[in-house]
């Protein structure tokens, strides 16, 4: 891959430690461990002060390294007074604020509850510019967690709003369901209305309704539970979940479409990849978070008899 090549993909990274084997300047040294990371990305984590050395944050690219010191990469976190308010920024520059957002945390607050990722978000950047402002680009259910982007300009905000569905490559999510499934990989494809009580509900009749489409295969099953990893060639509103229960496995914890169980004590949703091609300089984005740890304890109880 040529440095051109690379500097057009970026891949977000989960919190990271490094060993210096050798004298080093800390930028050269960035680049050479973090591949996948453009050198406005790498610019991005010094200025946002995630990075340290034995430590101690350092912001200075030139700083020089020595044998044995460790260089670590830190996630920014932003802490409300409850665990669900708790923001994990995997990715932040100039332009964007990409975050995983907990379970039971709204994306954009509604007339009945104000604490929202917006309102925490806005706190944060006005830490350092009072008026500055953000944008939400998309959403995701109150009680799902994972990827959610915002902006921090509304021209940004617009032209990815209004290119959305050419602009992004990949949609992934992992979905905990009830059951077993008889088919382990497929794809649903139907038409989504909502009725007046904003109950989504599913069609097979062409144009009756937005036209969605879920792909899903399984990757881990218990007796009683499934994880899915899934992708979505459409994003409607409640999309997965309306296609899990048309399928005759309901996300679990999601009562609202026909579970029965909640064994995680929270809807078995997580948005957990996210790829778009940024409308402006062209590069392209990928953001990735961990699954969930109690969707995978579940999912390994299976596997421990």
Known sequence: MTQDEDNKKSKTIANAEFVVTESSDLFDFLTLKLIHQSRNNIKSLLIHKQVTVDGGVVTQHDFPLKEKQRVGIVRSVIRGQKENEQLQIIYEDTDLIVINKPAGLLAIADHKNGLSAYH????????????????????????????????????????????????????????????????????????????????????????????AITNYQVVDETPNYSLLNIQLETGRKNQIRVHMKELGHSVVGDTKYGAKTNPLKRLGLHAHKLELRHPFSNQLLFFETEVPENFKTLAAKGNSR
């Open 120 to 211: 925490l978000l806005t706190d944060y950047v006005r830490r350092t510019n009072p008026k500055a402002r953000i944008f939400i680009v998309h959403r995701l259910d109150r009680d799902t967690s994972g990827v959610l982007m915002f902006a921090k300009n509304e021209k940004l905000k617009r032209a990815l709003q209004d290119n959305w569905g050419s602009l992004v490559s990949l949609r992934g999510y992992v979905a905990m369901v009830e059951g077993r499934l008889r088919e382990k990989s497929g794809r649903i494809h139907s038409w989504l209305k909502e009725t007046k009580t904003l109950l989504v509900y599913s069609s097979q009749k062409a144009g009756g309704g937005l036209e």
